[in-house]
């Protein structure tokens, strides 16, 4: 069996469809190639912190209604210290600038909404997945569906399966060149329906670990903890977590914590990745099949809305003007805005975590960094300009 688009995309998260809908809307053919099943995609529990920029986009790609109605518009975050509280005013450092808080899941379920309303093409539970000819004119892809292998036929392949999908897979070892850090903690989530303990998200540094208050919505909450990557889940019961969460926050938030059965639990390794370049031949890889941040910066979702945001206006000028010289532009334009992201995500994963290998020089500039960040204008303006995202470059 045999199809035809022009750009075949690998993936169903919120990148693949973003870019699917972006496209979609702009007159340019897509199927998009998923190997799960909606409810599975559905169920990953992620980010919540959507950047200026993705918020931005998400409106461009026609799919913000409930996000607008139902998301909560943070102005700013605060930050602790030993027990000190710093709040950093996001909007009043940035010239506007904010945050919305609105669940990944929400995010993926009102574009796959968005794309089944448009009648676009998505194919779940499709298996062996396989791009071939990516440096060739006519690159095409095959997979099998109901025991029936397929080829679908395409312009260009933009690879938005993850860190462990086959996009990535199927650039020669070679061609690429991989940076990482991978960090002594992980992160243990808990989800519960209780009001969140604070209506601007927490960042808390302490001796016994960095812990995150953040929210899903005014009566949702997410919470996280570092642990070491020897603990499992099964070692933490909600009592533990919960008295552990206590002990972490200055006792005023403490105070006010209100706590309630889990809906989820989990634990995240922590670690920066990057590889380069993010294209080969006609093949472009999107999102975190590319590149990984630790979630201290609020910076996974939202990179990747960056990744789509360059891929989609290459495209639109592809596909409208003829301006094919601007495909190799994707992966250096890419590049600049995520390293950037990957220093801010690395900067505020070391101001705030325990290190276990750290020693009194170490805490000393710790605590030096953090003075001065939290006391200087300059200082403030850096960690809020960050925070909310730095604007995307032009493609021209």
Same mark, same amino acid.
């Given at each position: 069996?045999?199809?035809?688009? %022009?750009?075949?995309?690998?993936?169903?998260?919120?990148?693949?469809?973003?870019?699917?809908?972006?496209?979609?809307?702009?007159?340019?053919?897509? $199927?998009? +190639?998923?190997?799960?099943?909606?409810?599975?995609?559905?169920?990953? $529990?992620?980010?919540?912190?959507?950047?200026?920029?993705?918020?931005?986009?998400?409106?461009?790609?026609?799919?913000?209604?409930?996000?607008?109605?139902?998301?909560?518009? @943070?102005?700013? $975050?605060?930050?602790?210290?030993?027990?000190?509280?710093?709040?950093?005013?996001?909007?009043?450092?940035?010239?506007?600038?904010?945050?919305?808080?609105?669940?990944?899941?929400?995010?993926?379920?009102?574009?796959? &909404?968005?794309?089944?309303?448009?009648?676009?093409?998505?194919?779940?539970?499709?298996?062996?997945?396989?791009?071939?000819? +990516?440096?060739?004119?006519?690159?095409?892809?095959?997979?099998?569906?109901?025991?029936?292998?397929?080829?679908?036929?395409?312009?260009?392949?933009?690879?938005?399966?993850?860190?462990?999908?086959?996009?990535?897979?199927?650039?020669?070892?070679?061609?690429?060149? @991989?940076? &990482?850090?991978?960090?002594?903690?992980?992160?243990?989530?808990?989800?519960?329906?209780?009001?969140? /303990?604070?209506?601007?998200?927490?960042?808390?540094?302490?001796?016994?670990?960095?812990?995150?208050?953040?929210?899903?919505?005014?009566?949702?909450?997410?919470?996280?903890?570092?642990?070491?990557?020897?603990?499992?889940?099964?070692?933490?019961?909600?009592?533990?977590?919960?008295?552990?969460?206590?002990?972490?926050?200055?006792?005023?938030?403490?105070? %006010?914590?209100?706590?309630?059965?889990?809906?989820?639990?989990?634990?995240?390794?922590?670690?920066?990745?990057?590889?380069?370049?993010?294209?080969?031949? %006609?093949?472009?890889?999107?999102?975190?099949?590319? @590149?990984? /941040?630790?979630?201290?910066?609020?910076?996974?979702?939202?990179?990747?809305?960056?990744?789509?945001?360059?891929?989609?206006?290459?495209?639109?000028? /592809?596909?409208?003007?003829?301006?094919?010289?601007?495909?190799?532009?994707?992966?250096?334009?890419?590049?600049?805005?995520?390293?950037?992201?990957?220093?801010?995500?690395?900067?505020?994963?070391?101001?705030?975590?325990?290190?276990?290998?750290?020693?009194?020089?170490?805490?000393?500039?710790?605590?030096?960094?953090?003075?001065?960040?939290?006391?200087?204008?300059?200082? +403030?303006?850096?960690?809020?300009?960050?925070?909310?995202?730095?604007?995307?470059?032009?493609?021209?």
């Amino acid at each position: 069996m045999n199809m035809r688009t %022009k750009v075949a995309i690998i993936g169903a998260g919120p990148s693949g469809l973003l870019l699917g809908q972006l496209l979609h809307k702009a007159g340019i053919d897509n $199927i998009i +190639l998923e190997r799960q099943t909606p409810d599975y995609v559905l169920g990953r $529990i992620r980010a919540g912190v959507l950047e200026q920029g993705m918020v931005d986009m998400m409106r461009e790609a026609g799919v913000a209604e409930r996000m607008d109605r139902e998301g909560l518009v @943070h102005e700013g $975050i605060e930050l602790v210290y030993n027990g000190k509280r710093d709040r950093i005013d996001l909007k009043a450092l940035t010239g506007g600038d904010t945050v919305v808080v609105y669940g990944q899941t929400e995010v993926t379920r009102d574009l796959m &909404e968005a794309r089944a309303a448009s009648g676009a093409m998505t194919i779940y539970q499709a298996e062996n997945v396989q791009p071939h000819d +990516l440096k060739g004119e006519q690159p095409y892809i095959t997979f099998e569906k109901n025991g029936e292998t397929v080829r679908l036929d395409c312009d260009y392949i933009a690879g938005c399966d993850g860190f462990h999908g086959v996009s990535r897979k199927s650039i020669p070892a070679e061609v690429l060149r @991989h940076f &990482e850090r991978v960090y002594p903690f992980g992160w243990l989530g808990l989800l519960s329906d209780t009001p969140p /303990v604070n209506e601007e998200l927490i960042y808390a540094q302490h001796e016994r670990g960095f812990v995150l208050c953040s929210q899903r919505s005014a009566s949702r909450s997410r919470y996280y903890l570092q642990v070491p990557l020897t603990d499992k889940v099964e070692d933490w019961s909600d009592e533990r977590f919960w008295n552990e969460l206590k002990t972490r926050l200055p006792q005023d938030v403490a105070d %006010k914590l209100v706590t309630g059965p889990s809906l989820e639990k989990s634990i995240a390794p922590l670690r920066s990745y990057v590889v380069e370049p993010m294209q080969y031949g %006609k093949l472009f890889l999107v999102g975190d099949a590319a @590149h990984i /941040v630790p979630p201290t910066g609020a910076k996974g979702l939202n990179l990747a809305a960056s990744d789509v945001c360059y891929l989609y206006r290459i495209l639109v000028k /592809v596909y409208r003007e003829g301006r094919t010289d601007l495909l190799e532009k994707y992966s250096e334009l890419a590049l600049r805005r995520i390293w950037k992201a990957e220093r801010f995500s690395w900067f505020m994963t070391t101001l705030l975590h325990d290190f276990p290998e750290a020693d009194a020089f170490d805490q000393r500039m710790q605590r030096t960094d953090y003075d001065y960040y939290t006391s200087s204008p300059a200082g +403030l303006k850096t960690i809020a300009e960050n925070y909310v995202g730095l604007p995307f470059d032009e493609v021209e």
